[in-house]
């Protein structure tokens, strides 16, 4: 059975995630992450998509983006993955694949929902026992967002810079938004949402887009219930 087209609205703001192999690791120096930082920079900036947050992971990777273009993330997403599988490969004297397939994504409503998904982004360390706060983590968003770290291909969302006029008081009250966690259901719904490629947002949103774009972004009747990654 073919594969459904890849649905990524140009305009529309996408939770993206890469996953290891079998959950092998993708990156297993600093030098790795750092070449992947940098490819990531040049494709986006080629195919036009806009880097609001990150987690590079031991075995995973997470973005959340917005493409200019319709195939933006698509072109983004093979040509970068494709430039670190041959570096890598060189790298560890290693052939053969690095990724899980094609990386997955869902659409995520701007208001009430974009910054919530941002954090969940950036507190992956935390929930994986390796940092107990985000800041420690050098290879997210967080100190971005949080600390006003420079960072090139960094593009902040409307939605954060709508927290304050200033820079000082808009990192403070992004960090007031770390102050509790997200809370369970909700992280349940973007787990959800991401592996099946849904739309995390509410039923209006979600009626507009589908109505718009003639595409099924919610699920269909519910079956067996599967069992959902934890990332």
């Not at 987690?55 to 319709?70: A, C, G, I, K």
């Not at 659409?107 to 009430?112: K, S």
């Not at 959800?192 to 947002?201: I, V």
């Amino acid at each position: 059975m073919a594969r459904r087209p890849r649905f990524c609205p140009a305009g529309h703001p996408q939770h993206v995630i890469q996953r290891g192999n079998n959950r092998q690791a993708c990156f297993a120096s600093e030098q790795d992450l750092a070449a992947y930082a940098h490819w990531l920079h040049l494709y986006a900036t080629k195919h036009k998509v806009s880097i609001h947050a990150w987690v590079f992971m031991t075995n995973h990777v997470h973005l959340l983006v917005t493409p200019e273009q319709s195939n933006g993330v698509s072109n983004m997403m093979q040509s970068l993955g494709r430039h670190y599988v041959r570096y890598f490969n060189h790298q560890y004297k290693r052939t053969g694949t690095l990724w899980e397939g094609r990386f997955k994504s869902c659409l995520v409503q701007t208001d009430q929902y974009l910054l919530t998904c941002q954090r969940y982004i950036e507190l992956n360390p935390v929930r994986a026992g390796m940092v107990k706060d985000p800041a420690d983590y050098a290879w997210s968003s967080y100190s971005a967002h949080a600390l006003g770290k420079q960072v090139e291909f960094h593009q902040p969302h409307h939605e954060y810079l709508q927290l304050a006029n200033s820079d000082k008081e808009r990192q403070a009250n992004y960090r007031g938004l770390f102050s509790s966690d997200i809370e369970g259901g909700l992280l349940t719904e973007i787990r959800k949402t991401l592996n099946k490629g849904l739309a995390l947002g509410h039923g209006r949103f979600k009626e507009e887009i589908e109505t718009l774009h003639k595409r099924r972004i919610t699920p269909r009747k519910a079956g067996r219930p599967k069992r959902t990654r934890i990332d």
